[in-house]
């Protein structure tokens, strides 16, 4: 790295300048001005390499990262298969704050997100895990197309026989915000 600054240094900074005349040093502090100048040029010369790192993994990563969502929905669709609990609530809450668009939500229906949601809801045991499961289907159901597919699959008779919570009132709101949205788009749901 002394290599380079060495060989980059004269380049980069002129110790005269061009119209006059060279200034004579004493030997001391030449070698402290030559080791500064040395100093300096490694800092600039260390940026420069982080800089272009930066710039690299910039560009690589705006290549990668679209091709790692589809396979981050289809991991959180396959946490909803765990037996465990938090990893149930892990997936649907990212497949939640995945629909965010129509595009979206029905790509999680055509993996099978939506199914297993409902497969989610009507075995959860706990409070949290069928908060979780109603947050994601609501989130799903925004699109018109997704909530004809959950109604296919049954979702209205699921919903409705969700256990009402006496220590989490979101239970309820998601519950009852995913009713009307079936019986906005015209749906019986006393059925």
Do not use: C
Request: glycine share 6%; aromatic share 8%.
């Amino acid at each position: 790295m002394r290599a380079i600054a060495s060989r980059l240094s004269p380049y980069l900074w002129r110790r005269t300048p061009m119209n006059s005349q060279p200034q004579r040093f004493s030997t001391s502090s030449f070698g402290r001005d030559e080791q500064s100048i040395e100093q300096e040029a490694e800092r600039k010369v260390g940026w420069l390499l982080k800089l272009i790192f930066a710039g690299t993994a910039t560009v690589i990563g705006y290549q990668i990262f679209p091709y790692m969502g589809d396979n981050l929905m289809q991991q959180s669709v396959s946490l909803l298969e765990v037996k465990d609990p938090l990893f149930k609530r892990m997936g649907a809450s990212r497949l939640a704050r995945f629909a965010i668009d129509d595009e979206r939500r029905m790509k999680i229906v055509e993996i099978g997100g939506a199914q297993r949601l409902l497969d989610m809801l009507e075995s959860a045991r706990d409070d949290r895990t069928r908060k979780e499961a109603l947050k994601a289907l609501f989130a799903i159901s925004k699109s018109d197309e997704a909530a004809v597919v959950l109604h296919q699959a049954g979702a209205i008779s699921i919903i409705k026989s969700t256990l009402e919570s006496a220590e989490d009132a979101e239970v309820g709101k998601y519950k009852s915000n995913l009713l009307s949205r079936f019986q906005d788009l015209s749906y019986d749901i006393r059925s």
